[in-house]
């Protein structure tokens, strides 16, 4: 069943972006899905089939993160 599992499990998988949002309060300044929206990933030329990651740009709106720091890990 798991011969051709392509899981991360498996090690087929690489992290290209680890992108951690940090509050001032213990409560939260903003709800996640907010943060979660900020980040987007595209491609480059969407006349062209993708075969790469570099052919997707990632875009990451830091604008207003009042009492909120994003860290970049990876990416």
């Known amino acids: 069943m798991f011969e051709h599992d392509r899981s991360a499990a498996r090690g087929m998988m690489a992290t290209r972006g680890l992108y951690v949002f940090e509050h001032d309060s213990k409560m939260g300044n903003a709800h996640a899905q907010d ?22 740009e990632v875009k990451i709106d830091e604008s207003g ?4 720091k994003l860290l970049r890990k990876v990416g």
């Not at 993160?65 to 909120?68: C, M, P």
């Open 35 to 56: 943060l979660f929206a900020r980040i987007t990933v595209a491609r480059k030329d969407a006349s062209k089939a993708a075969r790469a990651f570099a052919d997707y």
């Open 65 to 68: 993160l009042t009492g909120v």
